[in-house]
């Protein structure tokens, strides 16, 4: 700005600049000194929000909020683009418990401002755990404001807390946008799985109203689980090129099936899914058909609790080739269990093949 002024002494926005470069020093200033940087901008550039911003904070500075209320405001009637101005009146916003009133700053910023998310999304994700800034946000997230996907993205990976974002989603109902909700909402059950947030991720499946509570208890397949958006919450496939599955609903008044591969030599997890199985004895069945099975190759299944304190392997098969029954013990205080699929490739090159075609859990 310093040259711009060397070369054009009138130019109106080199002052405002150079006025906000002193103020990013840290170093103090003189509150005329600024309202004298204000006023010479607007002289050669009347319609200067910057400008009117300098002289709020030399108002500010001299402790007459009523002068400093009215210049920024003006900045901001001038202007939808100056960050630090909508910073201001947030800032203002928040003092008085006005959350509406912040979340439309909030929303002037991130929709004008490049930099805006790095500054205001870690306050944001702070700030989620009041009821009435969720309330405030929740129009924003109905009519698919820009920045709200990146906001749950951001706030799914850095944000301090898990369980105001899962409320944040139930209340809301998500983003707008049904394919980047499915993503994010799977991406969300599959942190708060890694978090071990299992309450809330019962409380954000059971509100959802794709969701069946039956599920919580059942390991029946459906041809949809991969596609549902809820993790784990469901049968989660684990594949690629070395082990996976497929599910096939074949017909509508065929069951689902589960073709399953592995490599020679793989052994490996392909499937799982969480459960909420009350303690007590359970009976786990399951059948197979066109097994093509190398020398030790074979399909396994455990149980393992999940709940803090109580963490440990509940039940587990050996390899097998053909359909089972078996009684499976969930001990008292274990409220969550994950249930996995594991493959075993064998010990040739012949791998393994089989198709699942039906798995039931039901309490004895």
């Known amino acids: 700005p310093a040259q711009a002024l060397s070369f054009v002494p009138w130019e109106g926005i080199a002052p405002a600049t150079n006025g906000d470069l002193m103020m990013e020093t840290g170093k103090r200033i003189a509150p005329?000194?600024?309202?004298?940087?204000?006023?010479?901008?607007?002289?050669s550039h009347p319609v200067n929000p910057r400008a009117l911003r300098l002289m709020a904070s030399a108002a500010e500075m001299r402790r007459d909020d009523r002068t400093a209320r009215a210049l920024i405001t003006k900045s901001a009637d001038m202007s939808r683009r100056d960050l630090i101005t909508q910073l201001w009146l947030i800032e203002a916003t928040a003092a008085k418990g006005d959350a509406n009133?912040?979340?439309?700053?909030?929303?002037?910023?991130?929709?004008?401002?490049?930099?805006?998310?790095?500054?205001?999304?870690p306050r944001l994700a702070r700030a989620i755990d009041e009821p009435a800034v969720r309330a405030a946000l929740a129009p924003y997230m109905r009519a698919g404001a820009p920045w709200t996907a990146s906001f749950v993205e951001f706030a799914k990976d850095e944000g301090p807390?898990?369980?105001?974002?899962?409320?944040?989603?139930?209340?809301?109902?998500?983003?707008?946008?049904?394919?980047?909700?499915?993503?994010?909402?799977?991406?969300?059950?599959?942190?708060?799985?890694?978090?071990?947030?299992?309450?809330?991720?019962?409380?954000?499946?059971?509100?959802?109203?794709?969701a069946s509570r039956?599920?919580?208890?059942?390991?029946?397949?459906?041809?949809?689980?991969?596609?549902?958006?809820?993790?784990?919450?469901?049968?989660?496939?684990?594949?690629?090129?070395?082990?996976?599955?497929?599910?096939?609903?074949?017909?509508?008044?065929?069951?689902?099936?589960?073709?399953?591969?592995?490599?020679?030599g793989v052994t490996r997890p392909v499937a799982r899914k969480l459960l909420f199985l009350p303690a007590g004895s359970h009976r786990f069945t399951m059948s197979l058909s066109n097994v093509n099975a190398g020398v030790g190759a074979g399909l396994a299944f455990?149980?393992?609790?999940?709940?803090?304190?109580?963490?440990?392997?509940?039940?587990?098969?050996?390899?097998?080739?053909?359909?089972?029954?078996?009684?499976?013990?969930?001990?008292?205080g274990c409220r969550v269990q994950m249930f996995e699929l594991i493959l075993n490739g064998g010990g040739n090159q012949s791998g393994l093949e089989a198709v699942v075609t039906a798995m039931a859990l039901s309490p004895i």
């Open 302 to 332: 455990r149980m393992r609790c999940l709940d803090p304190g109580r963490v440990g392997l509940i039940w587990q098969t050996d390899a097998v080739t053909s359909g089972i029954s078996a009684n499976i013990a969930v001990p008292a």
């Open 32 to 43: 005329v000194a600024l309202e004298n940087i204000g006023r010479e901008a607007i002289r």
């Open 214 to 264: 039956g599920r919580l208890t059942s390991v029946a397949l459906h041809a949809d689980d991969s596609a549902t958006g809820f993790g784990a919450m469901h049968w989660q496939l684990l594949d690629d090129a070395e082990a996976g599955g497929q599910f096939s609903a074949g017909r509508p008044s065929e069951p689902t099936t589960l073709s399953v591969f592995a490599n020679g």
């Open 161 to 210: 807390d898990l369980t105001a974002l899962t409320d944040l989603m139930l209340e809301t109902g998500g983003l707008r946008n049904r394919v980047r909700n499915l993503q994010l909402q799977n991406d969300l059950f599959d942190r708060l799985l890694a978090k071990e947030r299992f309450a809330d991720m019962q409380r954000l499946y059971v509100g959802n109203r794709l």
């Open 101 to 121: 009133a912040v979340l439309s700053h909030f929303d002037i910023a991130l929709r004008t401002k490049r930099s805006a998310p790095s500054i205001l999304y």
